[in-house]
């Protein structure tokens, strides 16, 4: 792969996608219907993957590390509002991605005003993982860091594309669960 750093964020996404179709083929397997819509889902999904092949490399420069701090910050203050206030955390993330959408205008000018708002509502998504699953304060510390460094590196994918924050933090989520998985075992 020559464009390896272009390409990561694409086989992050295709990783991601695709183990979630898989998934849910194996959870419907007995259901004829469920397996025919899911086969036809991940042929369409490989189809529009295959027509991204050749993405540009991201550019990092240093507010890139505020992105991730502003991600982990949204999915602490969701997960917060969400357990502390007894909260449900749709309105958790929304209260989050409500508050962070005052942010360019407080200095309008900023580039960096403009990227923070998408990178806290994409750490809220993370942030509304289920108190169960995530157990605490850590595990969301951690789906925030790695929520935020997947926003980074996939900064030229998907762009125009409705739910890629959603997918974003449901593979910093799923990422954080497999690395404390592996940790534990």
């Known amino acids: 792969m020559p464009n390896l750093p272009g390409r990561l964020p694409l086989v992050i996404f295709i990783l991601l996608h695709f183990s979630f ?3 849910a083929l194996v959870d419907n397997i007995q259901n004829e219907i469920a397996t025919f819509f899911l086969v036809f889902l991940t042929i ?5 993957y295959r027509s991204k092949i050749n993405l ?3 550019k990092f420069k240093p507010g890139d590390i505020l992105s991730i701090a502003a991600a982990t910050l949204g999915a ?3 997960f ?3 357990l502390e206030f007894n909260m449900s955390a749709v309105l958790a993330a929304g209260i989050t991605g409500l508050m962070s ?12 005003g403009k990227e923070l708002p998408p990178a806290i509502y994409c750490g809220a998504f993370a ?3 289920a108190p169960l699953l995530a157990g605490g304060y850590i595990f969301i510390l951690l789906a925030g860091i790695t929520t ?3 926003l980074i590196i996939s900064k030229n994918a998907f762009n125009g594309f409705g739910g890629k924050l959603g997918t974003i933090a449901f593979g910093g989520v799923s990422l954080s669960f497999l690395i404390l998985l592996l940790l534990n075992s």
Not at 44 to 48: A, E, V, Y
Not at 101 to 112: G, R, T
């Open 101 to 112: 959408s005052v942010i360019p205008y407080i200095n309008p000018k900023s580039d960096l």
């Open 21 to 23: 179709l898989t998934a």
């Open 148 to 150: 935020g460094s997947l």
């Open 44 to 48: 369409i999904t490989g189809m529009f």
């Open 76 to 78: 602490l203050a969701t």
């Open 56 to 58: 540009p490399s991201p």
């Open 80 to 82: 917060g509002m969400h």
């Open 127 to 129: 942030g509304m993982t």
